[in-house]
């Protein structure tokens, strides 16, 4: 105080006129002190004005901004006398001392700023200035010694203050720092509470202090030993007496330093981690406390797991930590507007509850830790639950429990945890309490959703649960079922479940499946809702199985031809779209009796359109599938028809494109704690991975915008009614084309066949110009789909298309610069299963067992297997030299492992596919798949030792292949000297080879024999090719065999003496039965048989009588 003079009347009138609601007296009061009051005096008078409690608080706050901006600049400093640092210290330090915990924390954030700023220069600068911080931390501390609440407090606010406005400088001081909060915290538990308005301060403090020690690795002992204390400081807010502040933001503060901590420096923790977890499970389980504190609570439990989930296992500590968990999830839940269990506590809102953050926290450690040893614990503390528990809400927590976990699984489960998890909902769907029993099924939709694609091997067991709900179904529940989230759940999932089996595996269920659907799609004794999810089950059975629904066909056309008529009724209408996929699924089950329907269907799609505006929206896919059977009766109408097929896609591409983002809002607002803890499981890697059981919208808004089926509908126009469709081709491609630009996955893969279609059409109506145009507009477009759309079976279908336009259009698609190495690129990602919609799951052997049953494991290995088509395609649309630089880059690693390894057998699935692209690729290199030769010949040694008759016959094919092509060039011998080995063991007679592989053998053998006979181990292969004579099913394989016997005759008597006779058999016995394939054949036979008469007539006679008569008559 003693700094305000007598100049400081005028300063002080300026800082009032500064405080001014008119803003150019402010600017002119600015103006002025920054003109005329910058110099050292006025500087310490804005600092005693600061600091004089009995200025106004406008005033002092006037006098801080000002003072901040000049202490901050470094010139201020400099033009200063050297006793101006000395003076500031001591006005700041009575600024301080003038502090009281009343104050308005504005006016205390500026005393502490500009304290701070003065400190940071001090730092450093000489003992003296040292010795000035010091004794500025001594007087908070003394503060922080006091028995008085308020004083102890104010210790509290300037603690965190100073931190809050000069961290720079606080990081040097922060064992004073830990000082300060542990004399706070030990007079606090000295009074008797812990939870003060000074504890909560110093906890507010405390949190912003966190980071600086993160900086001072060397001072991070000290932050440590205050986990204790902070431990107990939660646990008082927790359950401090005053129930309004209970709920308050304040009592999570403990909770909030602790998860900055774990993730800033989870090592400081771990010390500390019984402690620290024993304490959040008390507070997450309390159903007395506020549930912002439980869910603060389970939230930082989840940090804990995120940074120390081994320290948690070593600690033993995990069956408790899942206990805990379960007892958040054995409640009642919450209901819904239709009255209807939210078994994870989901709000309207999204506040946060235990519920949920538990059923979070499950999630994130089945998706973090190790699959099958996290389930075999799941199981291990459920099953006693289960069976034993006698509280029913107990027996619903551990269902709930074992879903969660199965959705967050991202390897695959092992079969006999499968069978346990699969077992437990088995349990509760046989419940006696119906709450569990509504769980079970509940859980039954996350598994056979998530569980993929490993619990498609248990259709026998999953398929009858959902048969138990169906039959559970009383008349009234039947009557007012509408579309709510259980039966979207259950139905939605069925779908999933059954589109992800093999249609062989689903066939044994249909009849069970679809005698419930018949059932429930009756019209007097089920709701319209409930009978519009029963038509979209069974129009998808009837897509999956095809001509395996054919049992069912007459009863399900019955049930739906009456819906497909004209009715104004609403919920008709609503049935009559999902009647019409329905039927359009029966145009691929039974054609021959679709056919007799086809007038009548068309009927009702006029009838339709004439009385309903915009009505075609929901009749052309039916128009498109009916084109393929009653092409004359649409053409008359087919103006009608197109004029609307155009404008429904012109209305389609003009609607404001759906927003991907908007998908994963709330996983976007996750914190950075939480980013990941919710990941995709491996459940996703289904074919309805885009289709969840609780998201029926996409298939809304197809029915909405009509847009797909307009799309499909041209197609087939395109394929049945080329020269109908002519007239609109160009407006038609235009359109189509356009509206990808506006279009989801779901609906591009449909649009991309439709302009294939349409190039093939130009090129078909003698216009190869048009065709190449539109084929290198459109080929980037879908090689980038390919590569990032997410479904295994539109990539397949875009993947065909591309391949039908390098078919046709050859070199001309791939004309553009750099297609040919867009097109190759893709091809690469393919092989190398980096491709969005791929996966790696598993062992090579474990995939294809799961193929036997999961149609998505069968459908990724289409993704590869249309790659593979179109590679040998694409070398034809390319010089053999182009061709060749792409495939050896294919096929390089490959290679040099195989020329590291022995053919042994099995072949495995991996290798087979690319033993099966290297041949199938062979023709397009021409005379530069020489290089390539001794590879293919490993191949036909390693699959002719294969059990598996297809892969057999791939090598007899391929080394057929390679004989031919082989003489062209000269590479016989090679050829002949790499495989020949293999037959002695393929032809013995304990071999596994059927008798027509055995005949295509021999003649591949007498091949090799003809072609170069010194090549082949004479001494050992032919005893084995006379041993497999005579052929008994392939005698068209004689035209090799009798050459080679010829060449034995001359060349090699030696060995064909002690088997003379057999042959001659062999020989007399051909001819006797008229076996062999043409006239050549036989007279070389003839003449064989001459020569052997010749040079044995003993032998020729001893084999007389009437068995060879007709033979013998030939030999003259």
């Known amino acids: 105080v003693a700094m305000e003079g007598v100049d400081n009347n005028h300063l002080i009138r300026l800082l009032k006129d500064m405080t001014s609601a008119h803003p150019e007296t402010v600017r002119k009061s600015s103006d002025e002190l920054a003109k005329d009051f910058n110099d050292a005096t006025s500087t310490l008078q804005l600092c005693a004005v600061l600091g004089n409690a009995k200025r106004q608080p406008e005033l002092r706050k006037c006098a801080g901004n000002i003072l901040k901006t000049r202490l901050a600049d470094a010139a201020t400093w400099q033009q200063q006398p050297k006793d101006f640092p000395a003076k500031a210290q001591v006005e700041l330090m009575a600024a301080l001392k003038a502090l009281h915990v009343d104050d308005d924390e504005a006016l205390q954030s500026l005393v502490l700023r500009n304290l701070g700023v003065v400190m940071q220069r001090s730092l450093g600068e000489s003992a003296e200035t040292t010795d000035w911080n010091e004794s500025v931390f001594d007087h908070v501390e003394e503060l922080s010694k006091s ?14 203050l100073l931190i809050k406005t000069s961290p720079k400088m606080f990081q040097n001081y922060l064992v004073r720092a830990q000082r300060i909060f542990m004399h706070i915290v030990a007079e606090a538990e000295a009074q008797g509470n812990l939870f003060t308005a000074a504890t909560e301060q110093l906890l507010n403090g405390w949190s912003l202090a966190i980071p600086l020690f993160n900086k001072r690795p060397s001072k991070q002992a000290e932050l440590s030993a205050t986990l204790p204390p902070l431990m107990k400081l939660t646990h008082a807010s927790a359950y401090q007496p005053d129930g309004a502040k209970a709920a308050s933001t304040a009592t999570c503060r403990g909770i909030d330093v602790l998860t900055k901590l774990n993730q800033l420096m989870p090592e400081l923790v771990w010390p500390h981690l019984k402690l620290v977890m024993d304490e959040l499970f008390l507070l997450a389980v309390d159903k007395q406390l506020s549930d912002k504190m439980r869910v603060h609570a389970i939230s930082a439990i989840r940090s804990c797991v995120r940074t120390m989930r081994r320290h948690i296992i070593r600690l033993k500590m995990m069956d408790k930590l899942l206990m805990t968990l379960y007892g958040l999830l054995a409640v009642q839940p919450p209901l819904d507007d239709n009255d209807e269990e939210q078994y994870l506590g989901e709000t309207d809102d999204d506040t946060a509850t235990p519920l949920a953050e538990a059923a979070k926290t499950i999630l994130y450690v089945a998706a973090h830790s190790d699959t099958n040893r996290v389930a075999d614990r799941a199981l291990r503390l459920m099953q006693p639950q289960l069976e034993q528990a006698e509280s029913a809400l107990q027996r619903l927590g551990a269902l709930l429990f074992l879903s969660l976990m199965a959705k967050g699984f991202t390897d695959l489960l092992a079969d006999n945890y ?22 079970a099924h509940y859980a039954l939709a996350i598994m056979a959703e998530n569980l993929q694609p490993e619990i498609t091997r248990l259709a026998a067991r999953v398929l009858p649960l959902f048969y138990h709900f169906f039959d559970a179904l009383s008349e009234h529940q039947r009557l007012v079922a509408a579309d709510t989230e259980v039966y979207t759940r259950m139905f939605c999932t069925l779908e999933i479940y059954c589109e992800s089996l093999k249609p062989e595996v689903m066939q044994p269920h249909l009849a069970e499946l679809m005698k419930r659907m018949m059932m429930l799609v009756q019209p007097n004794t089920n709701s319209p809702a409930l009978r519009q999810m029963c038509l979209s089950t069974i129009a998808s059975l009837a897509k999956i199985t095809k001509e395996l629904f054919s049992p069912h ?14 009715t104004p009724d609403e919920d008709q209408l609503l049935l009559r779209t999902h009647a019409i996929q329905v039927i359009n699924a029966l145009g691929t089950v039974c054609p021959e009796k679709f056919a007799k329907e086809a007038s009548n269907l068309f009927g009702s799609c006029l009838d339709m359109i004439k009385h309903m505006a915009g009505a075609q929206v929901f009749t052309y896919e039916l128009l498109g599938v009916l084109s393929g059977y009653i092409p004359k009766e649409i053409n008359a109408h087919f103006s009608l028809i197109m004029g609307g097929l155009l404008t429904s896609i012109k209305e389609a591409a003009t609607m404001e494109k759906p927003s991907d983002e908007s998908k994963d809002d709330s996983e976007d607002e996750e914190t950075e704690e939480d980013s990941g803890s919710v990941r995709d499981g491996h459940g996703d890697q289904t074919e309805a991975s885009t289709r969840s059981a609780g998201d029926t919208s996409t298939e809304s808004t197809n029915y909405l915008n009509g847009h797909d089926e307009a799309v499909m509908c041209l197609k087939a126009f395109a394929i049945n009614m080329p020269d109908s469709l002519l007239p609109y081709l160009s407006e038609s491609m235009q359109r189509v084309f356009t509206s990808t630009d506006h279009m989801q996955e779901l609906d591009k893969w449909s649009a991309y066949e439709t302009l294939t279609q349409f190039i093939l059409l130009y090129s078909r109506q003698g216009n190869p110009s048009e065709a190449k145009k539109h084929a290198i507009q459109l080929l980037p477009a879908m090689v980038y789909f390919v590569q990032t759309a997410k479904e295994t079976v539109n990539v397949v279908s875009v993947m065909k298309s591309i391949e039908r336009l390098l078919l046709v259009l050859k070199s001309e698609a791939l004309a553009a610069d750099g297609y040919a190495e867009m097109l190759f690129e893709m091809l690469r990602r393919t092989l190398r299963r980096k491709l969005n919609c791929q996966f790696n799951i598993g062992i090579d052997l474990e995939m294809e067992t799961l193929q036997q049953w999961s149609q998505a494991m069968h459908a990724e290995q289409q993704v590869m297997e249309a790659a593979g088509d179109l590679i040998p395609v694409f070398g034809h649309s390319l010089t053999k030299r182009q061709f060749a630089g792409y495939f050896q880059t294919l096929s390089k690693s490959f290679v040099k492992n195989l020329r590291q390894s022995m053919p042994v057998g099995p072949v495995s699935r ?52 390679l004989l031919t092509h082989s003489t062209e060039h000269n590479n016989a011998d090679t050829i002949i000297a790499a495989t020949s ?58 035209i090799d065999v009798m050459p080679a016997l010829h060449v034995v005759f001359k060349m090699r008597m030696d060995l064909l003496r002690p088997r003379l006779a057999e042959m001659l058999e062999v020989l007399l016995g051909a001819l006797q039965s008229h076996q062999l394939p043409n006239a050549a054949v036989r007279q070389m036979t003839i003449e064989l048989v001459k020569s052997i008469k010749l040079d044995d007539e003993a032998l020729y006679q001893q084999l007389g009588g009437e068995k060879y008569a007709e033979a013998k008559a030939l030999i003259v």
């Open 147 to 160: 028995k008085d609440g308020q004083t102890q407090t104010l210790s509290a606010i300037i603690f965190k």
């Open 418 to 439: 499968l069978d346990r998890f699969l077992a437990a909902v088995e349990l509760g769907v046989r419940d006696s309490e119906a709450v569990v029993r509504r769980g």
């Open 981 to 1038: 080995s293999v037959f002695s063991e393929a032809l013995e007679p304990r071999s596994p080879l059927q008798q027509e592989e055995r005949d295509v053998l021999c003649g591949i053998l007498g091949r090799m024999v003809r072609i170069d006979s010194k090549c082949v181990t004479m001494n050992t292969l032919i005893p084995v090719l006379l041993g497999a004579l005579p052929l008994r099913e392939k005698f068209d394989c004689y």
């Open 910 to 961: 991996s290798n087979f596919f690319m033993y099966n692209l290297m041949g199938r690729s062979m023709e397009a290199l021409g005379v530069i798949a020489e290089q390539y030769y001794e590879v293919l010949c490993y191949c036909i040694v390693d699959c002719m030792q294969d059990q598996r008759r297809h892969i057999r016959d791939f090598a007899s094919r391929q080394i057929d292949w």
């Open 553 to 566: 066909f007459d009863e399900v056309m019955s049930a739906t031809l009456p819906l497909v008529k004209h």
